[in-house]
């Protein structure tokens, strides 16, 4: 469907089989008990997934958009929440990328399976308006110093690099904006609450506090006064296609589950299946339809980025709200589908339909989406 060459498919190939026996295996404890998904990370590192898009100069396999697109969905059909984590490690890979200088033994790292990115914007104060951070870096002695409430950042603890956002010091604009390189061993980095999330349990995406961690300004992973068109450009792409591929491997998932019930269970007294229900089989195919239609949607905007079509970032904010709007409706399906069964928990197609709201609720939200892709529309300014 994401029309991959061969070498695109054979990554792709490799990553299934992984998904399949390493992955799938522990996304149902994941999600019942929250713990963060390390054997799956683990197994996605060891075959070199941590640098699917570093450049091959650092020892990635120096991959884009398209075949992210295709690994996301895979990895999301068998475990959400490690496909999420992943996904916010690219994110911090292409600001790495952005930035060889200083990042460039990070992507080695990663490349090798040894180091793990996240997005560290979210603030308590700018809730889901990640691009005004409250936070403001201080500029002592040569060295910046960072102080910040960061309300969620996936990976919280667990990852080895974050990608900090924090208004410029000394600026006045709320989008006067820096993002730098906070690394786990950063005096000052703490978790400062847990995670017990309604769905992406095992995202670990807790609450994080900056308590004057020392950076030097060759940690800045933006040019100066420029991490809002850092945001905008390094990692909305990565951001938006990735959710949006989550999306679809929910859906995916979320219609095997249903046609598996609905095919495997009956009425004995009747002596007939769920799926000899014409409303149920109904759901499912409206289930299977919305799903292609949203990779198809997909597909469409991976043609636009690569063509450079000028319609690319309308429709990569599209793409996200799309995705995050198709998993709502067909996990809802999913779950009238498959009745009692799917509410008391035996199918996974319950743990799809709260790993579904996730994405919508991530930001941008599908509702700041909306309003962003309206405005464009009236050429009204988005910020
Ligand atoms: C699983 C998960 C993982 C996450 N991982 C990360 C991460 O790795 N890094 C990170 O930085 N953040 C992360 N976040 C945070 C996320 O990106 C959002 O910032 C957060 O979910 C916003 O929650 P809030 O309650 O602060 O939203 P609020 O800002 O309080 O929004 C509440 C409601 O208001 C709506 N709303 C807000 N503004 C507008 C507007 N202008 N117009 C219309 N409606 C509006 C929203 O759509 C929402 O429905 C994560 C969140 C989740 C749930």
Redesign the pocket.
Known sequence: MYRLNADQQKIVDTVRKIADERVAPHAADIDQTGTFPRESLRALADAGFLGLTVPKEYGGLGEGLRTMTAVLDEIAQRCASTA?VYK?HL?GVACYAAKPGIAGPHLRDAAAGRHLS???????G?????WAPISQAQSVNGHLVLNAD???????GEADGYVV?TRTAGGTAPTDTMLYLVLREDAGMTTSGP?N?L??RG?A?APMRLTKVRVTPDRALSDQSQGFASMLQTVLPVFGIGNAAIAVGVCEAAVASTAAHLTGKGFEHLNSKLADLPNLRARLAQMRTETDKARAHLTAVLDAVESGSPAAMLMILESKAAGGDSALQVTDLGMKACGGAAFAKHLSVERNFRDAR?L?????????L??FIGKALCGMELF
């Not at 309300?151 to 919280?156: E, G, H, I, L």
Request: aromatic share 12%; proline share 2%; glycine share 4%.
């Open positions: 999420m916010m994110c996240t997005l560290a914007w979210s603030e308590t700018s809730r889901s308006h990640f960061k309300s969620f950042v996936t990976s919280a956002s995670w999330g769905g992406m995202n995406s996730a919508t609720v991530m930001a941008p939200t599908s509702d700041v909306y309003d």
